[in-house]
């Protein structure tokens, strides 16, 4: 199976800070990694697939790179709304698997 | 965009089955078109894949968590998938969230709300 490993599980940031996030996969994954945003007591929203593309709607402070075993989420100019837990997912083999999660605070 | 809705959850006790339900609107036209994933969150914890069935029902795979006490099927005509857990143990609590992708690997871009599910004598 993949692991997937992200770091930091946790940060606190400034409102405007550029924020990083890895992604890291114990296989090759080329690049069929999606990252997610998960506020309290709701459900995950992707934000953004194949490594780098966004959703539609997803604000373009947003970046995602990276491929095969490394990824990174970078958050440019960090908004109050950006709190919650953000996942990394790997779908390019199965089982399907996510990372442990970051939990990005303000 | 789809919009899906997970519903059957509750409180179950060990060794009994539940049967979740993941159901698109009449709206949705293009239900039939999407693999369909459940993925579940234990209370404080990450996402955990659990299994996924592919558009048309020929195909489906299960987390090895799992394997063995899972049944997932789907039901285009009702735009309900459904995911039938048997044996439940307590470490099967947790919410439950069905998700839509375009193929069985690949990106799950649209979530349903999640379903609580109780495993509790």
């Known amino acids: 199976d993949t692991r997937m490993t992200q770091s930091p599980s946790s940060l606190s940031a400034s409102v405007g800070d550029r924020v990083t996030i890895t992604c890291r996969a114990s296989?090759?994954?080329?690049?069929?990694l999606a990252w997610f945003q998960q506020k309290p007591g709701k459900a995950p929203k992707s934000l953004m697939y194949?490594?780098?593309a966004l959703q539609d709607g997803v604000p373009s402070r947003f970046r995602g790179s990276g491929s095969g075993t490394e990824f990174t989420l970078t958050i440019t100019g960090l908004q109050p709304e950006d709190v919650g837990t953000y996942y990394c997912?790997?779908?390019?083999?199965?089982?399907?698997?996510f990372g442990g999660g970051t939990r990005v605070e303000i | 965009q789809v919009n899906l809705m997970d519903s059957g959850g509750g409180v179950v006790q060990p060794g009994r089955s539940l049967t979740l339900s993941c159901t698109a609107s009449?709206?949705?036209?293009?239900?039939?078109?999407?693999?369909i994933h459940w993925v579940r969150q234990a209370p404080g914890k990450g996402l955990e894949w659990v299994a996924v069935i592919s558009y048309d029902a020929t195909d489906h795979y299960y987390a090895d968590s799992v394997k063995g006490r899972i049944i997932i099927s789907r039901d285009n005509s009702k735009k309900t998938v459904l995911l039938q857990l048997n044996n439940v143990r307590p470490e099967d609590t947790a919410i439950y969230y069905c998700a839509a992708s375009d193929t069985t690997l690949d990106a799950l871009d649209f979530w349903g709300q999640g379903t609580a599910v109780t495993v509790s004598s």
């Open positions: 296989q090759d994954m080329g690049d069929s």
């Open positions: 009449k709206s949705e036209i293009f239900f039939s078109n999407y693999g």
């Open positions: 997912q790997q779908y390019h083999r199965y089982p399907l698997s």
């Open positions: 194949s490594a780098s």
